[in-house]
């Protein structure tokens, strides 16, 4: 059975920091591309960050891009989300994603 469990989310002020955590278990965590996707309230689904199997090629959205990092480590089956100078519009709940699987979200929120 696929398992995505994330942590990391919390509260922060703008301009803080907060790094996701992704632990995956029930498949081959090396073998799969992975990937951060956000919904904030009201709004659809956003591909946030993505990362190949070997993480040679990585993927983000223009909305972050230079302030998220995303990697993985296969030895620990875990995937990361640093996210850097946080901004109210990146509340959201994020997701860990491998093709149909989600994991359950963890809330962020962006706020004075």
């Known amino acids: 059975e696929v398992q995505l469990v994330e942590s990391g989310g919390g509260l922060v002020e703008p301009g803080g920091s907060l790094k996701l955590s992704c632990t995956a278990s029930g498949f081959t965590f090396g073998h799969y591309g992975m990937s951060w996707v956000r919904q904030a309230p009201g709004k659809g689904r956003e591909l946030v960050a993505a990362i190949s199997t070997g993480s040679s090629k990585v993927y983000y959205a223009d909305s972050v891009k230079g302030r998220f990092t995303i990697s993985r480590d296969n030895a620990k089956n875990t995937l990361s989300l640093e996210m850097n100078s946080l901004k109210p519009e990146d509340t959201a709940v994020y997701y860990c994603?491998?093709?149909?699987?989600w994991g359950q979200g963890t809330q962020v929120t962006v706020s004075s």
């Open positions: 994603r491998i093709g149909a699987y």
